[in-house]
């Protein structure tokens, strides 16, 4: 599927290289904070229903609505000298669009730049905190659900739903053009995971790859 990369940085402040505001995919994430270490801005991130899945039982699910999240992203970065940064971040995010409940992930994330610079390493690990109503909304299925889709019942209760690694590799080719290659893999854990939409018809094991080819200006 086309994956878009939009980003502007050095936005204001005294320390404007460390700002900005990037959208990735269908997530929003931003510093708004002129700080060499301290991080702080808004995120948005839009999570589809099961209206346009692959497989059909799922996809008879109709509770399950669309969630638009909007919430804030902080963190701070250790300058570890030779273009290593070693982080930490969290992220926080409730449901605007159907009152589906919140999000919170963190874990460390780590940056190098190598060969002459024209090499970007980026990597992080992360695990996802889900309430009660995120849960219910993508992983319980009711009776009536259960009947339509021949699912088993279940009900998702609030807990940690995934541990995720990811990773990006960027090439400069010149000051204008690079190439960015990404992966990710995700671990479904906890009543996600037992979740029949997870256990019975998809995959405890989530695995994403894209590539981007960036232009700066």
């Given at each position: 599927?086309?994956?878009?990369?939009l980003?502007a940085?050095?936005?204001?402040?005294?320390?404007?290289e460390?700002?900005?505001?990037?959208?990735?995919g269908?997530?929003?994430?931003s510093?708004?904070l002129?700080?060499?270490?301290?991080?702080?801005?808004?995120?948005?991130?839009f999570?589809?229903?099961?209206?346009?899945?692959?497989?059909?039982?799922?996809?008879?699910?109709?509770?399950?609505?669309?969630?638009f999240?909007?919430?804030?992203?902080?963190?701070?970065?250790?300058?570890?000298?030779?273009?290593?940064?070693?982080g930490?971040?969290?992220?926080?995010?409730?449901?605007?669009?159907?009152?589906?409940?919140?999000?919170?992930?963190?874990?460390?994330?780590?940056?190098?730049?190598?060969?002459?610079?024209?090499?970007?390493?980026?990597?992080?690990?992360n695990?996802?905190?889900?309430?009660?109503?995120?849960?219910?909304?993508?992983?319980?299925i009711?009776?009536?659900?259960?009947?339509?889709?021949?699912?088993?019942?279940?009900?998702?209760?609030?807990?940690?739903?995934?541990?995720?690694?990811?990773?990006?590799?960027?090439?400069?080719?010149?000051?204008?053009?690079s190439?960015?290659?990404?992966?990710?893999?995700?671990?479904?854990?906890?009543?996600?995971?037992?979740?029949?939409?997870?256990?019975?018809?998809?995959?405890?094991?989530?695995?994403?790859?894209?590539?981007?080819?960036?232009?700066?200006?």
């Open positions: 599927m086309p994956l878009w990369n980003s940085r050095s936005l204001f402040g005294p320390s404007s460390t700002t900005y505001a990037r959208v990735l269908t997530k929003l994430t510093n708004l002129p700080d060499p270490n301290w991080r702080l801005g808004i995120m948005a991130q999570v589809n229903d099961y209206d346009d899945v692959s497989d059909n039982r799922v996809e008879d699910l109709n509770q399950v609505d669309r969630s999240l909007i919430g804030a992203v902080g963190g701070y970065d250790l300058n570890l000298g030779g273009g290593q940064v070693l930490a971040e969290v992220q926080a995010a409730a449901d605007v669009l159907h009152g589906n409940g919140y999000l919170i992930t963190f874990g460390p994330k780590y940056t190098a730049q190598f060969g002459d610079k024209k090499w970007s390493l980026s990597a992080g690990l695990t996802t905190y889900a309430s009660d109503d995120y849960m219910s909304n993508y992983f319980s009711n009776s009536g659900e259960a009947s339509k889709s021949g699912l088993d019942e279940y009900s998702a209760d609030a807990g940690f739903k995934d541990v995720a690694a990811d990773l990006g590799l960027t090439y400069a080719i010149n000051r204008a053009w190439v960015t290659g990404i992966g990710r893999y995700e671990r479904m854990t906890g009543d996600a995971a037992d979740s029949p939409v997870v256990d019975d018809r998809g995959d405890k094991n989530q695995w994403f790859g894209g590539v981007l080819i960036n232009y700066g200006f």
